[in-house]
């Protein structure tokens, strides 16, 4: 372990009731985490899922699930995922420019995760979880119609990451245009304004199987300070 050892205050307790101190874990990624799973994706979490469907040059759809996937730009809106190796998805967008994001919400969670299964290549991930195909309004590539929000994308770049010293990684990250919006009209009020936890959105946490959800309860508002 690179656990830190010796004398530390006590901070308190969180609004859970655990005690806070100022005792720290330390670790070098680089010479491994020394823990029985690694923390990186626990700490930065929740993240949204990306839930990608896309169709090879010949017609074959795809969909499957990404861990790391967020939104990265306003105007155009542009959102992202990275993939770690040269997946099916991967290959199907940089081969036809294209590709839907479908939101995963709770009732949506068991299907999604079906998704995930290393089907041989050429296999509908559609048909296998039970899901709905639905024809795009802009792109090619299939939505999931159980979904009540898609993103219809072009691809505006696949970047291959690299370390920092320069070394390339097996990993891409595929950011595009959301080029056409579709949501179900119940997750607006009457101000026109989105209700997210109303769509019960499923979350990625750390560990091989952590998920959360969102409820009205836990929102708390803040606003920009005015200087």
């Given at each position: 372990m690179n656990s830190i050892s010796g004398?530390?205050?006590?901070?308190?307790?969180?609004?859970?009731?655990?005690?806070?101190?100022?005792?720290r874990y330390?670790?070098?990624?680089?010479?491994?985490?020394?823990?029985?799973?690694?923390?990186?994706?626990?700490i930065v979490a929740p993240r949204p899922i990306?839930?990608?469907?896309?169709?090879?040059?010949?017609g074959q759809r795809n969909l499957a699930p990404y861990s790391f996937?967020?939104?990265?730009?306003?105007?155009?809106?542009?959102?992202?995922?990275?993939?770690?190796?040269?997946?099916?998805?991967?290959?199907n967008i940089v081969d036809t420019g294209e590709f839907v994001w479908n939101l995963t919400t709770r009732s949506l969670?068991?299907?999604?995760?079906q998704t995930s299964a290393m089907?041989?290549?050429?296999?509908?991930?559609?048909?296998?979880?039970?899901?709905?195909p639905k024809a795009g309004t802009i792109v090619q590539a299939e939505l999931v119609a159980e979904s009540p929000v898609n993103f219809e994308c072009k691809l505006s770049q696949?970047?291959?990451?690299?370390?920092?010293?320069?070394?390339?990684i097996d990993t891409w990250l595929v950011l595009g245009e959301v080029v056409a919006v579709h949501i179900a009209k119940h997750l607006l009020n009457n101000d026109g304004v989105y209700?997210?936890?109303?769509?019960?959105?499923?979350l990625r946490a750390g560990g091989p199987s952590a998920y959360y959800g969102i409820s009205e309860d836990l929102r708390f508002d803040l606003h920009r300070p005015q200087v």
């Amino acid at each position: 372990m690179n656990s830190i050892s010796g004398c530390y205050a006590l901070l308190g307790t969180n609004r859970q009731g655990k005690k806070m101190t100022t005792e720290r874990y330390f670790y070098e990624p680089s010479k491994g985490h020394g823990l029985s799973h690694d923390p990186l994706n626990a700490i930065v979490a929740p993240r949204p899922i990306g839930w990608i469907s896309s169709r090879s040059a010949q017609g074959q759809r795809n969909l499957a699930p990404y861990s790391f996937f967020n939104c990265f730009n306003y105007k155009p809106p542009i959102i992202g995922f990275a993939s770690t190796g040269w997946k099916d998805s991967v290959a199907n967008i940089v081969d036809t420019g294209e590709f839907v994001w479908n939101l995963t919400t709770r009732s949506l969670a068991e299907k999604m995760n079906q998704t995930s299964a290393m089907l041989p290549r050429g296999e509908d991930e559609f048909a296998f979880a039970g899901l709905t195909p639905k024809a795009g309004t802009i792109v090619q590539a299939e939505l999931v119609a159980e979904s009540p929000v898609n993103f219809e994308c072009k691809l505006s770049q696949c970047i291959q990451l690299t370390a920092a010293n320069g070394d390339k990684i097996d990993t891409w990250l595929v950011l595009g245009e959301v080029v056409a919006v579709h949501i179900a009209k119940h997750l607006l009020n009457n101000d026109g304004v989105y209700q997210t936890a109303l769509a019960e959105p499923v979350l990625r946490a750390g560990g091989p199987s952590a998920y959360y959800g969102i409820s009205e309860d836990l929102r708390f508002d803040l606003h920009r300070p005015q200087v």
